[in-house]
């Protein structure tokens, strides 16, 4: 992002259902000098809800439905933006499915979208292919997938190369 700091609007977009995403948004978008909004689900998720290893609790049945799309609490407020750095936890190698809620709920056409994601170790999987359709007309990469909260020099030089 060097040298484009005075010409590109940045905002950054985040959902954190347990804080580990929000606390990365928030130190890059200090570091980027960026908009922050909090991507909120409607209904809150609770621990339960979060717990993978039951079949039965919300987010393994939103992830087993790839045409799941649960509920905003407001749609995506994009426009004046030229780059949106989109930060989710990585649930099944793939971006949870509030991501195609958020994209499907405001126009990204035009807009360069950079991924990046919390784990506690896995990579991308197929994150961008699963959200490519739910942005027509955007271009969306892959960022950086962050194993806790890195340095402000660390996120400074990831965003250099933006």
Sequence with gaps: MAGKENTMKTLVAYFSPTGTT????????????????????????????????????????EMHDPASRPALKGAAEVAGYDLILLGFPIWWYIAPTIINTYLESADFSGKRIVLFATSGGSGFGKAAQGLEASCPGAQITEGRVFHGVPSRADLEAWLAKL
Excluded: C
Aim: charged share 20%.
């Design 22 to 61: 929000a606390r990365v948004a928030h130190a890059i978008a200090e570091a980027a000098g960026a908009d922050v909004q909090e991507i909120v689900p409607a209904v809150p998720y609770t621990a339960a809800d979060l717990n993978w290893q039951d079949k039965g609790s919300r987010s393994t049945v």
